[in-house]
């Protein structure tokens, strides 16, 4: 899985990710690192890039219907989360994550995660 990591996540979400043997790639190293969601969400349909925020306007599913994205992922956190914390909670869901979040909106918790299809 490639994943687009949006701006809201700690740097260190892409060496997460790596470990778990998938790809990422930050928002900041491709010049989106102050977009708006609209454009960000675009650069991850044209580029089939799975979306990964904590950002809830990207769950909205009128505004981005996650038939149109290689996945929606989007993180709940508890408040005043450290980044130890996003990235355990990032490290469980890639360990437990589906094959394929095409077409997906989920949404992740502590514990566990929702999928929308």
């Given at each position: 899985?490639?994943?687009?990591?949006?701006?809201?996540?700690?740097?260190?979400?892409?060496?997460?990710?790596?470990?778990?043997?998938?790809?990422?790639?930050?928002?900041?190293?491709?010049?989106?690192?102050?977009?708006?969601?609209?454009?960000?969400?675009?650069?991850?349909?044209?580029?089939?890039?799975?979306?990964?925020?904590?950002?809830?306007?990207?769950a909205?599913?009128?505004d981005?219907?996650?038939?149109?994205?290689?996945?929606?992922?989007?993180?709940?956190?508890?408040?005043?989360?450290?980044?130890?914390?996003?990235?355990?909670?990032?490290?469980?869901?890639?360990?437990?994550?589906?094959?394929?979040?095409?077409?997906?909106?989920?949404?992740?918790?502590?514990?566990?995660?929702?999928v929308?299809?």
């Open positions: 899985m490639h994943f687009l990591v949006d701006a809201n996540m700690p740097k260190r979400c892409n060496d997460v990710i790596r470990h778990a043997g998938h790809v990422a790639t930050d928002v900041r190293d491709v010049g989106l690192g102050v977009a708006e969601d609209t454009e960000i969400a675009a650069y991850a349909a044209r580029h089939q890039l799975c979306i990964l925020t904590i950002d809830f306007d990207l909205n599913i009128r981005y219907p996650p038939k149109d994205y290689a996945g929606i992922v989007v993180l709940t956190l508890p408040k005043r989360a450290t980044e130890d914390v996003i990235c355990d909670i990032l490290a469980n869901f890639l360990s437990h994550m589906p094959a394929d979040l095409r077409g997906c909106l989920i949404v992740v918790d502590k514990k566990y995660f929702r929308r299809r």
